[in-house]
């Protein structure tokens, strides 16, 4: 079975560009999550899918980051103007139901670097 | 005040060892308690849920004490490949997820 897939792995800006990340989530999977793991600390969710309905986006910088899904299935979360401390790895998670016992599975991330 | 707090370690423990980590969390009402794992610069796995009888996967237990707001993961006859961030993960009504900082964990020969 195909993982979550996301692109680019890597992506170097400089402060006040825009940039796009985007993520496929396991076939047939409802959910899909956006995280952001700045270095040394533990993933913290921005927003939350459930097929093309945000469910949460309480924790998402709404003034410079948005995000779409809108055929429920791929989605783009996008970072306009990016910030020094947007530098980060962007996580996209998808789980098959909206349970909260659904196991996530992640993708391998978008490293962001902002200079 | 943090919703999952976990001490960073760095744990170094040596082959065959036992060691625990402690996860606290601070909303009552959380609902599904999990342990992920991290390998350097690569994405979290799930490792294991967290029941309230607590439950054990070969050499790793979690505990869960809902009175103490605590989890726990018992790492039982460490092993080089157990070396690894272990995140924990707390799910509040609504589908919220909070994951702690992680606890680094290194096995030595």
């Known amino acids: 079975e195909a993982g979550v897939a996301q692109s680019p792995r890597y992506k170097i800006i400089e402060k006040r560009q825009s940039v796009a990340f985007w993520c496929n989530p396991i076939?047939?999977?409802?959910?899909l999550y956006w995280y952001q793991q700045i270095l040394g600390q533990g993933p913290k969710l921005l927003i939350q899918?459930?097929?093309?309905?945000?469910?949460?986006d309480s924790q998402l910088p709404k003034d410079r980051f948005s995000a779409e899904r809108l055929k429920g299935v791929d989605s783009t979360l996008k970072i306009q103007p990016a910030k020094l401390e947007d530098s980060a790895v962007y996580l996209c998670?998808?789980?098959?139901?909206?349970?909260?016992?659904?196991?996530?599975?992640f993708g391998p991330g978008t490293r962001l670097t902002v200079l | 005040r943090k919703e999952v707090e976990q001490d960073p370690g760095p744990f170094n423990v040596p082959e065959g060892a036992t060691v625990a980590f402690n996860c606290t969390y601070s909303?009552?009402?959380?609902?599904?308690f999990f342990w992920y794992r991290q390998d350097c610069r690569k994405e979290p796995k799930l490792l294991m849920s967290?029941?309230?009888s607590g439950n054990e996967d070969g050499r790793f237990t979690a505990q869960l004490n809902r009175a103490s707001q605590y989890i726990s993961l018992l790492i039982r006859d460490s092993k080089l490949s157990d070396s690894a961030t272990y995140l924990c993960v707390v799910n509040y009504i609504g589908n919220q997820f909070y994951f702690g900082t992680g606890t680094s964990l290194t096995v030595i020969p």
């Open positions: 076939s047939g999977h409802a959910t």
């Open positions: 899918f459930q097929n093309n309905g945000v469910v949460d």
């Open positions: 909303n009552s009402a959380s609902q599904s």
């Open positions: 998670a998808s789980s098959l139901g909206t349970g909260n016992t659904d196991t996530q599975y």
């Open positions: 967290v029941y309230s």
